[in-house]
């Protein structure tokens, strides 16, 4: 991507190249626009907060097929990809005590939603294309409500396990992606 569109790395790598050893680490450090520009590049985009949400939630359903072969249908929620039990093992946040991101393969194993989405709890938040606007039928007042900021999801290494959960937003784009490019 680097090279294909003279894109400036994050920063934090060291001559423009990743840190050694951190190969199978998320990248971190980059602004929605860059995001959003890699995304297009490869032929993707970033996913709504309710496709993330999804993703990272599973279908919440469950169906149980009965002996006169009729469903029954149950509401599931969880708080975590893998489950509603923190576990610091699968979810790299301030309660790892790591204070930087991992393998994105660390985390795979046992860490997965539902769908099998990987690396969606911690370790590095993620953008989505969702403008940081209140819920339908809600009426909580945000001066940061509107098409302003973006919501960001999952938490990251630095944010603690609360943030973590598949139903946090949090919203970036400082001071706003107006500016942002």
């Known amino acids: 991507y680097l090279r294909d569109t003279n894109a400036k790395p994050p920063l934090y790598w060291i001559n423009g190249k990743y840190p050694d050893g951190k190969e199978h680490h998320p990248v971190i450090s980059l602004s929605y626009r860059e995001v959003e520009r890699y995304a ?44 509603n039990k923190f576990d610091s093992l699968l979810c790299n946040t301030k309660e790892s005590k790591i204070g930087d991101t991992v393998s994105v393969y660390e985390l795979a194993a046992k860490g997965a939603s539902p769908y099998g989405v990987i690396g969606m709890c911690g370790n590095a938040a993620e953008w989505t294309s969702s403008w940081y606007a209140p819920y339908e039928g809600h009426f909580t007042k945000n001066p940061a409500f509107g098409k302003q900021y973006k919501v960001i999801r999952g938490g990251s290494f630095y944010d603690d396990k609360k943030t973590s959960t598949v139903y946090f937003r949090s919203y970036g784009g400082n001071p706003n992606l107006a500016e942002d490019r």
Do not use: C, H, N, V
């Open 40 to 83: 297009a590049w490869a032929g993707k985009r970033l996913p709504t907060e309710f496709e993330w949400e999804k993703a990272a939630r599973g279908q919440g359903l469950t169906r149980t097929l009965k002996r006169d072969e009729s469903y029954t249908i149950e509401m599931q929620t969880i708080k975590y990809p893998f489950g």
